[in-house]
């Protein structure tokens, strides 16, 4: 399956915001797969196969008729199962052959659509997305890294690189404090403590947070990941990167911004916030698309790797080689961060 490990596809990704979904069918793709998506008569998504089995013509390019989708070459029409429904033409005392075009299950929640690749798979998406609460959003996006969905989840879950690629942003090189980082591993993905430092040196913090009791990143099965940060005040802000690999040189990212328990309205977030966390964001894609092009130089030779490098080992399992992450994997790192 274009070089991704089978257990990839019976898994639930990110495909699209719901608000990019409306009259329109939305080309998409996902581990290499070509996928169309629209909305049935009751505005219900669905996805197809981006094929028509006729002619093979993209229905991607064809349009919605009675939350149908319809090939633009001969117009032949298929619901929302795939189902082959009309055949222009065909004469009204013979009935369309039993034809299907290849059909995939969606569902929709907190702002996204989520697409399981597979006929066969897990029943939903992870706890982690399912519990996110959509009145707790204060922002959606969506954004496209040119990396291979491996680095572009280290990266987000990697605190190291902070002081040199966003200096001062997020933290200042010689702020450094010691910590201790405790990774424990499951069968669902895996969640890192960092403890022994309630302030981060940036600005960030200074202009927008308050003492923090928690700080905790997460990975949850197949690509979302969390940083969560709670504060004495009892407040949580969740940051929250959907990572939904195209092909192995790129990689969709859907963020998400939760806060719980403080005053954060959409438009102060909008306004004040958000050109700090874009900054960043786009810094971090720079840096991706510089390494992807550096490792393509270098005929992607292996990479060096430190205990420091803590969730590198359980994603590279995951998205190289299909294994889940286990409670052997689990252990506690010091670090100055």
């Given at each position: 399956?274009?070089?991704?490990?089978?257990?990839?596809?019976?898994?639930?990704?990110?495909?699209?915001?719901?608000?990019?979904?409306?009259?329109?069918?939305?080309?998409?793709?996902?581990?290499?797969?070509?996928?169309?998506?629209?909305?049935?008569?009751?505005?219900?998504?669905?996805?197809?196969?981006?094929?028509?089995?006729?002619?093979?013509?993209?229905?991607?390019?064809?349009?919605?008729?009675?939350?149908?989708?319809?090939?633009?070459?001969?117009?032949w029409r298929f619901d929302h199962d795939g189902r082959l429904t009309e055949v222009p033409g065909l004469p009204a005392d013979l009935q369309a052959p039993a034809i299907r075009a290849s059909a995939f299950p969606v569902i929709e929640h907190d702002g996204l659509l989520w697409l399981r690749p597979s006929q066969e798979?897990?029943?939903?998406?992870?706890?982690?997305?399912?519990?996110?609460?959509?009145?707790?959003?204060?922002?959606?996006?969506?954004?496209?890294?040119?990396?291979?969905?491996?680095?572009?989840?280290?990266?987000?879950?990697?605190?190291?690189?902070?002081?040199?690629?966003?200096?001062?942003?997020?933290?200042?090189?010689?702020?450094?404090?010691?910590?201790?980082?405790?990774?424990?591993?499951?069968?669902?993905?895996?969640?890192?403590?960092?403890?022994?430092?309630?302030?981060?040196?940036?600005?960030?913090?200074?202009?927008?947070?308050?003492?923090?009791?928690?700080?905790?990143?997460c990975f949850a099965l197949p690509g979302s990941a969390r940083i969560e940060y709670g504060y004495v005040s009892g407040a949580a802000v969740h940051i929250t990167l959907h990572f939904s690999p195209r092909d192995d040189t790129h990689t969709e990212v859907f963020a998400s911004l939760h806060v719980q328990g403080r005053?954060?309205?959409?438009?102060?977030?909008?306004?004040?916030?958000?050109?700090?966390?874009?900054?960043?964001?786009?810094?971090?894609?720079?840096?991706?698309?510089?390494?992807?092009?550096?490792?393509?130089?270098?005929?992607?030779?292996?990479?060096?790797?430190?205990?420091?490098?803590?969730?590198?080992?359980?994603?590279?399992?995951?998205?190289?080689?299909?294994?889940?992450?286990?409670?052997?994997?689990?252990?506690?790192?010091?670090?100055?961060?």
């Open positions: 399956m274009n070089g991704w490990h089978p257990r990839l596809f019976r898994q639930w990704y990110a495909v699209a915001g719901g608000a990019r979904l409306r009259t329109r069918p939305l080309a998409i793709q996902l581990l290499g797969l070509p996928l169309v998506l629209a909305r049935d008569a009751h505005g219900r998504p669905f996805a197809l196969e981006d094929r028509c089995p006729h002619r093979h013509a993209p229905l991607s390019s064809g349009c919605v008729e009675h939350g149908q989708l319809r090939c633009p070459y001969h117009g798979g897990e029943p939903a998406p992870s706890a982690l997305v399912m519990d996110a609460r959509p009145e707790h959003r204060r922002f959606l996006w969506q954004t496209r890294w040119q990396a291979h969905v491996l680095e572009a989840m280290e990266n987000f879950l990697d605190p190291l690189h902070t002081h040199y690629l966003h200096p001062g942003l997020v933290r200042r090189g010689g702020a450094r404090a010691p910590m201790q980082a405790r990774l424990r591993c499951d069968p669902s993905g895996f969640v890192v403590d960092y403890q022994g430092q309630p302030q981060q040196s940036g600005l960030l913090y200074r202009l927008f947070e308050s003492p923090r009791s928690q700080e905790r990143a005053w954060a309205p959409r438009w102060a977030v909008r306004w004040l916030l958000w050109p700090f966390l874009h900054r960043v964001g786009e810094q971090d894609k720079r840096m991706l698309a510089l390494q992807s092009w550096n490792k393509q130089r270098f005929d992607a030779r292996g990479s060096a790797s430190t205990p420091l490098d803590l969730v590198r080992a359980p994603l590279e399992r995951w998205w190289l080689h299909g294994e889940v992450p286990h409670a052997a994997q689990s252990r506690t790192q010091a670090l100055l961060l």
